[in-house]
């Protein structure tokens, strides 16, 4: 069974930092794509990075230059780098695994139960 655990999340002040991880497990993680989603309270879920199985990386355009996502195969971990937080970045954050990294939530199969990311002073 495909599990995949999100941590790193927390509270941080605007313009700081974090580094959320996802952890998964069930089958072979360097075969497949890796996403991270967010949604907000009374919002639609959202796109916000993904990465191919070959490393290609995806961006959605809000997080351009402060967000970076990578992988590391050898611990079947996905990673998302967070600069320069913004309140409107208050979030929980979702991991997702699928064949094809895609900006289109429907095309990952297993998802990870999320972490809490709030910016605030």
């Known amino acids: 069974q495909v599990q995949l655990v999100e941590s790193g999340g927390g509270l941080v002040q605007p313009g700081g930092s974090l580094r959320l991880s996802c952890a998964a497990s069930?089958?072979?993680?360097?075969?497949?794509?890796m996403g991270w989603f967010r949604q907000a309270p009374g919002k639609e879920r959202e796109f916000v990075a993904a990465i191919s199985k070959t490393d290609s990386t995806y961006y959605e355009d809000f997080v351009k230059g402060r967000f970076t996502i990578s992988r590391d195969n050898a611990k079947n971990t996905v990673y998302l780098q967070m600069n320069s937080l913004k309140p409107e970045d208050t979030a929980v954050y979702y991991c997702?695994?699928?064949?094809?990294?895609?900006?289109?939530?429907?095309?990952?199969?297993?998802w990870g139960q999320g972490t809490q990311v709030t910016v605030s002073s």
């Open positions: 997702a695994t699928g064949v094809r990294a895609s900006n289109n939530g429907p095309s990952y199969d297993y």
């Open positions: 069930g089958r072979t993680f360097n075969n497949y794509a």
